[in-house]
């Protein structure tokens, strides 16, 4: 089974960096779109930003010009670099995956478990 596994996650103080980074395992036939998503306590989960296979990024608008997103194809891999962090982003961050189905036409989702981020005012 796939596995997806998070990690950089922690405590920074308002106006700070973190770096996250997923990694991907398991019977992968191919990586489609990758991308980060987080969810705040009484919020719905909701997208930060994605990455196609050839490098398309898409962003939501209050961390455009803050976050990048990126991926290491040859390492089955996304990070999330998160600049100027504001405690408006505090939330849990989870990586996600489109595997592309082997034999069969079609993806399937793959979520990790979380991590943290907590910005301090």
């Known amino acids: 089974q796939v596995q997806l596994v998070e990690s950089g996650g922690g405590l920074v103080q308002a106006g700070g960096s973190l770096r996250l980074s997923c990694a991907v395992s398991?019977?992968?036939?191919?990586?489609?779109?990758m991308g980060w998503y987080r969810q705040a306590p009484g919020k719905q989960r909701e997208l930060v930003a994605s990455?196609?296979?050839?490098?398309?990024?898409n962003y939501q608008d209050s961390v455009k010009g803050r976050f990048t997103i990126s991926r290491d194809n040859a390492k089955n891999t996304v990070n999330l670099q998160m600049n100027s962090l504001k405690p408006e982003d505090t939330a849990v961050y989870y990586c996600?995956?489109?595997?592309?189905?082997?034999?069969?036409?079609?993806?399937?989702?793959?979520w990790g478990q979380g991590t943290q981020v907590t910005v301090s005012s």
């Open positions: 990455i196609s296979t050839g490098g398309t990024t």
């Open positions: 398991g019977s992968i036939f191919r990586l489609s779109v």
């Open positions: 996600n995956a489109q595997v592309v189905r082997m034999f069969t036409r079609g993806s399937d989702d793959y």
